[in-house]
């Protein structure tokens, strides 16, 4: 028999799924197997917010990475997130993020999104933790590879704008997501560093030959060695939980010593050009 709080994990795995269709309380209650009577107080006592809240934000994180980072019109976004007119959508995404769609599109201000945003990344993380008797790790080789590098320096609320920097000059040099790979080395868990001090690296692959021209980008090797594997399927929000996994759990079962050399990403398929629940990361841990 399965307890409440596995019913109402697989109902988040329902509304993320489903993030872009109607949704009313009764059908979410009935999807729970709660009565609608408990449901709303049962939701926002484990998770510490209202499910419509949950949905709303989940649905604002759409928006801000569409209005980001694709040419996808602002009405297209309204009524993607359930809104009749782009009127109503862009008074609802002003009282949120401060900024207008339009001002957002063309200069955004990350800041109060990000802090809003913090209540989902805790839940989705906390819902992870709870999978890791599931987790599947490998061994692997991985090739040495060049790539092409920008790095973020600095608050992780303003990542979002070095991603549409690197995007940029990634188009400008026909470096395809379908043709060149998508890399992060990682050198911190933003949770536990001062946000002046937190570094990211956004990479694409690149030939060994190839020629960085510009002021703000840099070359680096990803070296060949062994590495724990492992392969995510959903959102960045869940990825710090696996990491913890690795680190804490994994290494000791498995002695095995890490390499120097940072934790790295290999970006397979993307949000938002994929829904969240299908963006795909694959997770590598350098070994000695």
Known sequence: MTTIKQRLNALLHYINDNIDTPMSGENLSRIAACSKYHFHR?????YGIGVAAYIRQLRLKKAVYDLAYSDISVMDIALTCG??????????????VGQSPTEFRKNPDW???YHQHQIINNIRTQVMYEKQPHIEVGIVNFPETFVAVMEHKGSPSNMGNTIRAFKA???????ST???????LVYADPT???ADEYKFDLCVEVSSTFEVNH???TKKT???GKCAYLRHTGSDEEISSLVNYLYKIWLSENNQEIRDFPLFFERVKLFPTVPETEAVTDIYLPLV
Do not use: D, H, Q
């Open 42 to 46: 049962l939701f926002s006592a484990n």
């Open 215 to 217: 002021p703000c980008m």
């Open 178 to 184: 379908e043709r060149y790979k998508t890399f992060n």
């Open 111 to 113: 800041s109060i999104w």
């Open 83 to 96: 809104y009749e007119s782009s009127e109503a959508f862009s008074r609802a995404f002003k009282g949120s």
């Open 169 to 175: 000059w990634r188009i400008s040099n026909k470096l």
């Open 222 to 224: 990803i070296p060949s």
């Open 192 to 194: 536990k560093v001062e």
